[in-house]
C-alpha cells in the first residue's frame, strides 16, 4: 500500500540530517483528524536492532506512533517530534536502550 492511501491530506516532505551528520531521514507529514501524523519514508538500517514497534516507535507502515492524545497539531510541532524520533533512533541503533 502506498503512504498516499494511507494519509488524509496532502503530504509534506522534509530530510532531517541528525546532529552529527551521520545520517539522514525523510519524513512526510499530513493531516489527520485533529492532528498531524508523522511518517518515515526513509532512515537508516537498524544495524541487526530489533524492529519491534514497541522499541523504535516506529510501526511497518512508517508511520510514528505517539501516545493517544500526544500527537502534534502544527506543524513545527511535527517537525521538532520528528527531529527528536531520529536522534532516538539513531541512539537505539547505537546502544540498543529503548526509550519508554
Avoid at 16 to 33: L, M
Avoid at 62 to 79: H, K, N
Wanted: proline content about 7%.
Amino acid at each position: 500500500m502506498s503512504i498516499l492511501n494511507i494519509l488524509k491530506g496532502p503530504p509534506v516532505t522534509k530530510i532531517y540530517r541528525s546532529q552529527d551528520g551521520s545520517a539522514y531521514f525523510k519524513f512526510a507529514f499530513a493531516p489527520e483528524n485533529d492532528h498531524i501524523a508523522i511518517y518515515c519514508i526513509s532512515h537508516p538500517s537498524l544495524g541487526g536492532r530489533d524492529p519491534d514497534p514497541n522499541k523504535t516507535h516506529l510501526f511497518s507502515s512508517g508511520r510514528l506512533c505517539f501516545v493517544e492524545g500526544r500527537e502534534p497539531y502544527d506543524q513545527d510541532r511535527a517537525e521538532d517530534l520528528a527531529q527528536q524520533w531520529a536522534e532516538y533512533f539513531l541512539e537505539y541503533r547505537r546502544t540498543g536502550i529503548v526509550q519508554r
